[in-house]
């Protein structure tokens, strides 16, 4: 086979030619296609890495927030366990007053009742005794013991306060003065002789002595000079005894 140079050249032409072309039709286009595709690639790698940091960002930013929230959480709980501790405490100390209120009205309520209790059973004591008493007096109330009564009359006549002796010289001014004597059992002429000569010498003037018999003074006498009244029966003492129950009250 003879080497022919112009056909050799002539491929050489065409392989040119189908270089030119391949450059001009395939290969720049592939190499913009690449390039474009690189580029692509590298903004999407570019954009992944910013959306990454940004979820790292967004990450350590929750992060910090769950643990910001779990400190104010359980400061919260903090701060509410102390105002429950705080108003616990206080709750306990108003009921602590209001139960010693209520024990010291209690007490009180107690203590009141003790004394009327004691106060009532006092009283029913005297008011027994005073009846008690009175029985007795009744059943031993004679014209003897309306004797010795009439002498601790007589005996304290001598010994009057100093009113009732004042008052008895002012009755001497008048003309008359009237006395009423009350006994229990009839006074003898004895009797009254003596008691109208003691009045006598307490009182300088004429004496108009009125005698009555009054089985309510049980024994005893009631001697009434003006406003002035003495007594020595044992009616008065039982009406005293009475009158002691009474203010017991």
């Known amino acids: 086979m003879e080497f022919n140079v112009s056909t050799f050249i ?59 929230w779990e400190q104010e959480k359980q400061a ?6 102390q105002q429950i501790e705080v108003e616990r405490r206080a709750q306990m100390a108003r009921l602590n007053v209001d139960l ?3 024990r010291q009205k209690i007490n009180v309520t107690i203590q009141r009742q003790q004394r009327e209790l004691q ?18 007096l009744k059943q031993s109330a004679s014209p003897e013991l309306e004797a010795r009564l009439f002498a601790i009359l007589l005996d304290n006549l001598k010994t009057l306060p100093e009113a009732c ?39 300088n003037s004429p004496i108009n002595f009125q005698y ?20 020595a029966n044992l009616q008065h003492e039982l009406m005293g005894f009475a009158e002691i129950a009474d203010g017991s009250e």
Not at 212 to 231: F, K, P, S, T, Y
């Open 100 to 102: 010693e209120q209520e």
């Open 10 to 68: 002539l491929e050489i032409i065409n392989f040119l030619i189908l270089i030119w072309i391949l450059q001009r039709l395939f290969y720049k286009p592939l190499l913009e296609t690449i390039a474009k595709r690189k580029q692509f690639i590298d903004q999407s790698l570019a954009d992944a890495k910013i959306m990454q940091q940004q979820a790292e960002e967004q990450r350590s930013h929750y992060e910090n927030r769950q643990k910001l």
């Open 119 to 136: 106060q009532q059973a006092e009283k029913q004591a005297l008011l027994n005794g005073a009846r008690f008493a009175g029985m007795l």
């Open 165 to 203: 002796t004042l008052c008895l010289q002012m009755l001497g001014t008048k003309k008359s003065v009237p006395i009423k004597i009350t006994s229990a059992y009839p006074l003898t002429a004895e009797l009254r002789l003596q008691l109208e000569q003691k009045l006598g010498l307490l009182i």
């Open 76 to 81: 919260a709980l903090t701060a509410l366990h």
């Open 212 to 231: 009555h018999q009054d089985a309510e003074l049980i024994a005893g006498l009631r001697m009434d000079i003006g406003a002035w009244v003495l007594n």
